[in-house]
Each structure stands twice: as C-alpha cells, then as structure tokens.
C-alpha cells in the first residue's frame, strides 16, 4: 500500500535527480566552452585531450540521468495514483504534483 511516506520519498528522489541532471546539463555547456577555448589558445595536446576526455564523461551522464529520471517519474505517477484511489489527504501529494509537472515540462523543451 502506497503511504505519505513513500509519496514524499519518491517526489524527493525525482526532485534531486532533475536538479543532477539541470546540473550535468550546465557542467557540459561549461567544459565545452574551455574546450573550445583551449583550442583556441593552442594548449598542450595533453591538456586538450584530458579536458575531452572531461567533456565525454560529463557528457555520458546525461542519458543516464534522464533514464533514472523517468523511471523515477513513472515511479511516482504510480504511488500517486495509489494514494489518489485511496482519498488520502495531504501537502505531499501537492507537492507530487508539481515535481511531475516540472519534470514534464522538462522534458518537453528537452525534445523541443
């Protein structure tokens, strides 16, 4: 049976894995421009390869993060739904509903 408990759990856990992946996002925007910026400057080949090297790892975690994100959003669609069918009361299932409505709209300008 679906709890409050697990409600907020779940909703915390796609809250912090939006934000990893917002961040990842950011930290590749970043290491892209002090790549570019390297190459410009004719830095030492070894650097330069190490700062790629930086930039494909920063970039693989981004389609990791987003599988664990919709998996975690179908997660907390379902508790939802359990706890909707079962008329309980309270802040978190607000709370659930806006993450899956930031999460969405994420999601939409993603493919956008």
Do not use: W
């Not at 912090?16 to 917002?22: D, F, P, Y």
């Not at 390297?38 to 930039?55: I, T």
């Not at 009361?89 to 993603?110: R, S």
């Amino acid at each position: 049976m679906a709890t409050l408990r697990n409600l907020k759990i779940k909703t915390a856990t796609c809250k912090r894995i939006l934000k990893e992946l917002q961040s990842y996002e950011k930290e590749v925007d970043r290491e892209a421009a002090k790549t570019a910026d390297m190459k410009e400057k004719g830095a030492d080949p070894y650097d330069l390869k190490q700062q790629e090297n930086v930039l494909a790892e920063s970039r693989m975690m981004i389609p990791d993060c987003h599988k664990r994100l919709e998996a975690s959003l179908a997660d907390l669609k379902g508790i939802l739904a359990e706890i909707k069918e079962s008329n309980q009361q309270g802040v978190e299932i607000e709370e659930a509903d806006t993450i899956i409505a930031d999460v969405e709209a994420f999601f939409q300008a993603a493919d956008a």
